[in-house]
């Protein structure tokens, strides 16, 4: 919300090598009016800070991953609202047909959209010049522009030709980059807890395979002692008793993930901290994520059973025997 770029920078921007067109010739470019507006959370009832995006009416174009999932685009002029569809079920009222105010306008709420789980479905859009009016901006000046290159090799004769322009002073980044750099912060914050968690409840897990096994130890010193004296050696009564772990453990790794399935595209919410707006995102649960689980339930199962299984492994057959 702090950048500024003016109308005549926008219009050297259309100009600049590598930037893709249309059909009809007309650049694909959208300039961005940002600004935060409190909306209440369905879940709570509280305000949030919601962004909101005034964009050109081009948008998709130059945003190819988004598209309209309900309703219809904006049209250019009105005060028509299009949401991104996890703020759509997070925030009161940004449905389809809904009617919203704010900044001292009234708008309609005439679509729904998909940008692919990017931090834009957390977004409301609109028309960019109406935006501006609304917010009593001045009408030449954005926080942004956003380009549609014709290639992704053409970034680099584009980035040069803007930042060497006299005329220009201006920032230029791709947008996933732009974005995970304003991610920075929220994303090292869930890291971190999401670290610890997993390593309280790892120490929880192997102490509960230990606990597991060793009752196993206990119970079963006759089948030991008998498996010994008929001939099995020692790395036989290992390998059985991790081998029983190892089932126990995938068992739980796989009712665990089961357990989490049901949490795919369960929509939260968060502050990001460095620009103070409410980010609404889906949980997404990948085949990739669920075999990791299973992986990592394998992994306790192995450093919860391995004690277990070498004590009972070295007792000594003839004390073993006897205690029968």
């Not at 790892?202 to 196993?216: D, K, P, Q, R």
């Not at 075999?291 to 492994?313: C, H, I, K, S």
């Amino acid at each position: 919300m702090m950048g500024g770029i003016t109308l005549d920078s926008i219009k050297v921007l259309q100009d600049s090598p590598g930037v893709a067109r249309d059909s009809s010739g007309s650049p694909l470019l959208t300039q961005d009016v940002v600004g935060v507006i409190p909306v209440p959370l369905i879940s709570t009832g509280t305000d949030a800070n919601v962004q909101v995006r005034g964009v050109s009416p081009n948008v998709f174009k130059i945003r190819t991953f988004a598209k309209i999932v309900q309703g219809r685009m904006f049209q250019p002029g009105l005060n028509e609202l299009v949401v991104g569809r996890n703020a759509s079920k997070t925030y009161e009222g940004l449905t389809v047909g809904n009617k919203v105010d704010f900044a001292g306008g009234h708008w309609q709420v005439v679509g729904v959209f998909d940008a692919g789980g990017s931090a834009f479905d957390s977004e409301v859009w609109c028309d960019s010049q109406i935006f501006n009016q609304v917010l009593q901006r001045p009408a030449n000046i954005f926080q942004s522009a956003t380009v549609h290159l014709s290639s992704p090799s053409a970034f680099q004769e584009f980035k040069d030709a803007v930042t060497k322009d006299p005329r220009m002073n201006v920032d230029v980044w791709r947008e996933v980059d732009y974005y995970a750099k304003q991610s920075t912060t929220m994303t090292r914050l869930i890291t971190v807890l999401g670290g610890i968690v997993a390593f309280i409840m790892a120490i929880g897990a192997v102490f509960g395979a230990l606990n597991t096994m060793y009752s196993a130890v206990a119970e079963r010193g006759r089948e030991i002692a008998t498996m010994r004296a008929v001939g099995f050696s020692m790395w036989n009564v290992i390998l059985s008793f991790l081998f029983e772990a190892l089932v126990i453990s995938i068992i739980g790794g796989i009712i665990g993930c089961l357990a989490v399935v049901p949490l795919n595209g369960l929509t939260t919410n968060t502050m990001n901290f460095q620009t103070f707006s409410n980010v609404a995102f889906a949980f997404k649960i990948t085949f990739d994520l669920l075999l990791m689980g299973v992986f990592f339930a394998l992994v306790m199962g192995v450093l919860g059973g391995m004690l277990p299984a070498v004590r009972a492994a070295i007792r000594p057959v003839a004390v073993a025997l006897r205690e029968l």
